[in-house]
């Protein structure tokens, strides 16, 4: 809240530099007698520049604080208490302040670690004091860089030029956003992982059959140390992605593309375009309900009909299904994409053989097309793997390896989900197996993604 | 269709039109693109249409193996025949039609497919070849025809598409004769090849003359005066002038005409 | 293939008998192949329009009776001594607080008492009501009034017809004593439906009856906020510096190809950076629209970089040209001639972006909006849930009375986002620009 109001008053001391230089700079073109040259920016300019020497370093600072305030003023509270008596660093002293935090803020009435009154108040005066500091230091910036613009401000001074080399670095950092996400996504990854690598073995992870990664309460118990062989999950992952899903989405979303594009007349195309595009929009959760409460009933009915008593209510053919149902319209709208790619020569060429249309569609124009589908349906399983919400709310957490669509698999996507919900313990393999299995899917998505990018790439060229 | 009524292209020098078309109007959604047009085709002839862009040459010339059926909001007026039977009649099977009057594009448009599959593919769709053997004699002797055997006849394997501009226009030219049509319909067959290659392909029109009727569709008339013996000049969807080839370019009847060849507009 | 005079083989060729029985034959079976073909494509189209047509049936089946509860009308004497209230104190100038603090719930009781066999039959939030019409006209102090107040759940359902009556009590869902009670009010005209106001305007609750779309809808509100604020400013300025700026090289490259791997990445794995990088590392409050709407923003920034590039290509250079033709400087030629053409692409992108971040769960499942909430949010960072969250949650409870509440979140989530999405398409289609 604090912050917000420093925030604020950071910006409005920035408008006034604004309205300072600009009014410097309009005196100057005054004086110039206001012919055009005699000053070389117009005055918005010259107030521009004064307002971003004066914001950058103060906002800067700012956010920099409000990042890593917190760890300096944690740090400043554990430092006034005894070396003996200092909590060790992780989880104790990640506790003992969410405590201290409640208890300043009035969130927690009462505290249970016996310290943490001790420390409120400490860590309540050490936070304003530090604060306050930053708030101050903020604002000298600020003057500062606003008076030294001000002083620049002279009829030659070239401030549209300074003011656009601004706007480019800008520009530039927002562009540099996306590589420090993907780092950042990276980073975290790898990371994490290699905490979970240090209690288990990756050749245990890639190739171990047995996921349990519940501990176990008794030390004598089976894979009391929890088992993290991913198989299971990996194989689930495929068999509802990759295998079902597509079992279901390839045939009737090229199918519906080569009826689009071929034969429908141009009104129902014109129609069912914008349609696939809102099917594409409904949201992934929408898609999880309809499995767990309508397709999942009727796929164990169909299962007891015919023979096997105990199937699954949670089975892999009711989440693969409605996978596939949801990415129909994508493969569909990549196949559309391929075969319009498809020169028309091409089709007109075989038409005018005496080819009928579907010896047309199924001898050149699918071949003709065919790096293009191949790029799409990559895409789509690559979509269909990392997919959640479905298999979360319509597929087991059970990890079992079995090619029975009637059974019930797991995912990476719901281990994830389910390992990083509920009650975390920090630092235990498995909370950070969650990572080691999202690093799997983000390199099994990536490798896909590059590798269909590259084809449908290719493929547009060839026809270009 | 009687089959005794199949003229044999072998036997040639008729004068009974191949093909003949009346009163025919073609409609683009509400664009009017052809207007009232007559003429008669026949066999022994190379025939040339000519005329500005947009004159409506090549839509006239879809409209005879009704290759106009594929694009949408066209619509045909009118009667064209095909020895003497309307090809817009219901009865008429698109398939067979298409198969007797065959095309060749501005473009060349080979399939992304061997050479060899590429003059295969109108005999298999059509089941003209019960064998691997008559397959492979009808293969060669489609590709020998268009003058392109001694070429690819060692590569049949390679991708059609990978040969160059003047071959590919050989091929598709083989692709069509490969069915054995009566009728071949050529539009603007030498508009993306180097002048080269134009003079191959002229020669090989020359070469097919007597055996199919050829109908050539140009915007280049030294062309048209070079291989056809019967000229149309289209201007505005209207068939202006139809005359012998020589007629039209020594001494044509109508001014519009003239301007034309000579160079006025176009 | 052996190689045969040509000559020979050229007039040994007869011309092709089209009427010939094989040849019809054959013909006629290449049109039935053909009809086959095509019909196998329309039902294609059929059966993918089915399956989403059955999906929004059972929606719509299961979900309209959400907007509607049942209310029991009850007979209530707002006697000043069981609300612990004096008349003459409430005349006051205190009065008004007087009356919110009163114990309407031992009114509430009292007057259910009156309702026989149905007396447990009433929320528990009933006596809300009781206070918002007293508060509304405090001269009803002591008086006698008939009112409507909500029912529980299970008489709710009952009265929607959502119990198989006809099944063995054990398996129902609902006891014979719910059922005689329901029985009584219909038969004593005590029972109506009316439209569901605290399903709009409450947050959750672990009380069918009482639970509300109202806290998740500002909670999305508040992400998107956030969202649109970040990824709208951050896309647009990476698509003008990707398309205008940005000299051919490694940087570019490397940026373009983040943008178009960042597309493609699962949005879980956007929730796994929100919490080892967010809540983690950088110690950002748990369950907030703040970290919610950052992770999202980073998820849809792509899709609105890809689009804006798009649009920001399609405007010729002869624009760009004329302007830097009478001096403008390459910056104003962007910010004043590019971007404004540019536009209408870039909007399209930005509200599909958008429609996507709003029915987005998993990256928010990790970073904790899945709490239970059950007060509107108060502000960006204190916990929050989303409309899709809700869905989720609601989905997950084992209470009969959610599965009509999810799905009429569904529905109204799904009318949000259709109007978004439609909106896009109507954008695009209006202002698409062929130059």
Redesign the interface.
């Known amino acids: 809240m604090r912050l917000l109001i420093a925030f604020a008053m950071v910006l409005a001391l920035a408008g006034l530099a604004y309205l300072a230089g600009r009014g410097r700079a309009n005196r100057l073109v005054l004086a110039g007698g206001n012919r055009i040259g005699a000053v070389h920016s117009r005055p918005v300019y010259h107030g521009a520049y004064m307002a971003v020497l004066a914001l950058a370093p103060a906002l800067l600072l700012l956010a920099g604080w409000a ?1 890593v305030g ?2 300096v003023i944690e740090g400043q509270v554990v430092a006034t208490m005894p070396a003996a008596s200092q909590p060790a660093p992780g989880n104790d002293r990640v506790a003992l302040m969410n405590e201290v935090r409640g208890l300043v803020t009035g969130d927690l009435p009462q505290a249970f670690n016996p310290l943490a009154p001790v420390l409120a108040p400490r860590y309540a005066a050490i936070k304003n004091n530090l604060d306050l500091l930053a708030g101050a230091l903020a604002v000298a910036l600020l003057c500062l860089g606003g008076l030294w613009g001000y002083s620049r401000i002279r009829p030659d001074f070239r401030a ?2 300074r003011v ?1 080399a601004q ?2 670095v ?10 420090i ?2 780092f ?2 990276v980073l ?2 790898i ?2 992982s290699i905490r979970f690598f240090r209690m288990v073995s990756p050749v245990e992870f890639l190739t171990g059959l047995a996921w349990s990664p519940q501990t176990a309460l008794r030390a004598d118990q089976v894979g009391s140390t929890g088992a993290f062989g991913a198989v299971p999950l990996f194989w689930g992952t495929i068999f509802i992605g990759a295998i079902i899903a597509m079992a279901v989405a390839i ?6 593309a ?3 594009t ?2 429908a007349q ?1 009104s129902l195309r014109k129609w ?1 375009k ?1 349609v696939l ?3 594409a ?10 499995a ?3 397709v999942a009933p009727l796929v164990r009915q169909l299962a007891v009909m015919l023979g096997m008593v105990d199937a699954s209510a949670d089975s892999a053919l009711a989440a693969g299904l409605v996978m596939g ?1 949801m990415i ?1 319209p994508f493969v ?1 709208s990549m196949a559309d994409d391929a075969l319009t790619a498809v ?1 028309r ?15 047309t ?4 124009m699918v ?2 097309a065919l790096p293009g589908i191949i790029g799409g349906v990559l ?1 789509a399983v ?2 269909a ?5 479905i298999v ?2 319509a597929a087991g957490l059970a990890a079992n390896l079995t090619a029975n669509p009637f059974a019930s698999v797991t995912t990476v ?1 719901t281990q ?2 389910a390992l ?2 509920g009650d975390q313990e920090f630092d235990s393999a498995k909370t950070l197996s ?2 080691a299995l ?1 690093l799997v ?2 390199m099994m ?2 490798v896909l ?2 590798y269909a ?1 590259a084809v449908v790439k290719r493929y547009r060229e060839a026809y270009e | 269709m009687n089959p005794n009524s199949a003229p044999n292209p072998a036997m040639g020098h008729n004068n009974v039109p191949k093909m003949t078309a009346r009163d025919v109007n073609v409609f683009y959604g509400q664009k009017q693109a052809i207007r009232n047009v007559s003429i008669d085709v026949t066999s022994d002839n190379v025939t040339a249409f000519i005329g500005p862009s947009g004159c409506g040459k090549s839509t006239f010339l879809r409209c005879l193996n009704r290759m106009n059926d594929t694009v949408d909001g066209a619509r045909v007026e009118g009667r064209i025949e095909l020895d003497a039977q309307d090809i817009y009649a219901p009865a008429m099977d698109v398939v067979q039609l298409r198969a007797r009057v065959g095309m060749v594009f501005q473009k060349p448009n080979p399939f992304p497919k061997s050479i060899y599959e590429n003059v295969a593919y109108g005999p298999r769709i059509h089941g003209l070849a019960q064998a691997k053997a008559d397959m492979d004699n009808i293969v060669e002797s489609a590709l020998r025809r268009a003058g392109l055997w001694e070429e690819v006849k060692d590569r049949l394997g390679e991708s059609g598409t990978a040969m160059s501009g003047g071959q590919q226009q050989r091929l598709c030219i083989a692709r069509a004769i490969a069915v054995d049509p009566e009728v071949i319909l050529m539009d603007e067959p030498c508009s993306a090849l180097d002048p080269i290659a134009t003079a191959r392909i002229e020669e090989l029109i020359d070469e097919l003359r007597g055996r199919y009727a050829i109908v050539i569709v140009t915007h280049n008339m030294q062309q048209a005066a070079r291989v056809s013996q019967k000229t149309a000049f289209f201007h505005l969807g209207t068939l202006v002038e139809y005359d012998d080839t020589s007629a039209i370019f020594t001494n044509p009847r109508e001014t519009r005409t003239k301007d034309y060849i000579t160079g006025r507009y176009g | 293939m052996t190689a045969l005079q040509p000559s020979r083989l050229l007039s040994e060729r007869l011309p092709t008998d089209w009427e010939s029985p094989a040849m019809r034959a054959r013909i006629a079976a290449r049109y039935r192949a053909e009809r086959n073909f095509r019909r196998l494509g329309a039902a294609a189209l059929v059966i993918a329009a089915s399956f989403l047509a059955f999906l929004l049936f059972t929606i719509v089946r299961d979900g309209w009776s959400g907007f509607l509860r049942s209310e029991a009308r009850v007979v209530v004497t707002f006697t000043p001594a069981t609300l612990g209230l004096d008349p003459a104190a409430v005349a006051g100038p205190q009065g008004k607080v007087l009356l919110a603090r009163a114990d309407y719930l031992a009114l509430m009781n009292e007057a259910a008492l009156t309702l026989g066999p149905a007396s447990g039959t009433l929320s528990d939030a009933a006596w809300l009501e009781l206070r918002e019409r007293l508060v509304a006209d405090p001269a009803l102090l002591g008086k006698t009034v008939p009112v409507w107040v909500p029912v529980r759940s299970t008489i709710d359902l009952l009265a929607k017809g959502k119990f198989d009556l006809a099944a063995p009590a054990d398996s129902r869902g609902v006891s014979d004593r719910e059922v005689a009670a329901w029985r009584w009010l219909e038969r004593e005209g005590r029972l109506r439906t009316n439209f569901n106001m605290a399903f709009l305007r409450n947050a959750d609750s672990t009380e069918p009856e009482l639970a509300g779309i109202g806290g998740a809808a500002l909670g999305s509100l508040l992400t998107l906020v956030i969202t649109i604020g970040v990824a709208f400013p951050l896309g647009v300025f990476s698509a003008v510096w990707l398309e205008e700026f940005a000299p051919k090289g490694r940087l570019a490259d490397i940026i373009e190809l983040s943008i178009n791997n960042l597309a493609a990445v699962p949005s879980i794995i956007f929730g796994l950076l929100g919490l080892a990088f967010f809540l983690n590392f950088a110690g950002m409050p748990r369950s907030a629209p703040l970290v919610g709407g950052i992770t999202l923003a980073l998820m849809i920034m792509p899709v609105i970089v890809i689009a804006a590039r798009v649009a920001i290509k399609a405007v010729p250079p002869s624009i760009r040209d004329a302007a830097l033709g009478i001096g403008a400087s390459p910056i104003q030629v962007v910010f004043q001639h590019v971007l404004p053409l540019a536009l209408p692409g870039i909007m399209t992108g930005t509200i599909i972006g958008v429609a996507r971040a709003l029915g987005e769960t998993a990256p928010l499942l990790l970073i904790g909006m899945r709490a239970f909430v059950t007060d509107v949010p108060q502000g960006f960072t204190s916990p929050a849930t989303v409309l899709p969250m809700q869905v989720f949650l609601w989905s997950d409870d084992v209470q009969r009375g959610f599965v009509e509440k999810t799905s009429a979140a569904i529905l109204v989530l799904l009318v949000i986002l259709i109007a978004m999405n439609s909106l896009a398409i109507y954008l695009r289609n209006r202002f698409e620009r062929r130059w």
């Open positions: 990042i917190e760890n549209r030029n656009e706007v480019r800008l520009l530039l950092v927002a562009s540099v956003v996306a590589i996400t993907t950042g996504i975290s990854l990371f994490e045939p009737l979303g090229l199918m519906s080569i009826y689009l071929q034969y141009p069912m914008p595009e809102l099917l929009g409904v949201p992934t959760v929408v898609y999880g309900f309809f767990a409460l309508t149902v129909i569909s020169p020569a091409m089709r007109d060429g075989s038409l005018a053989m005496g080819a009928t249309m579907s010896e569609v199924k001898k050149v071949p003709a895409l690559s979509r793997i990392g997919e959640t919400m979360v709310m996507t994830i989900v990083l919900t969650a990572f999202g899917l983000f998505t990536l993604n590059i990018l």
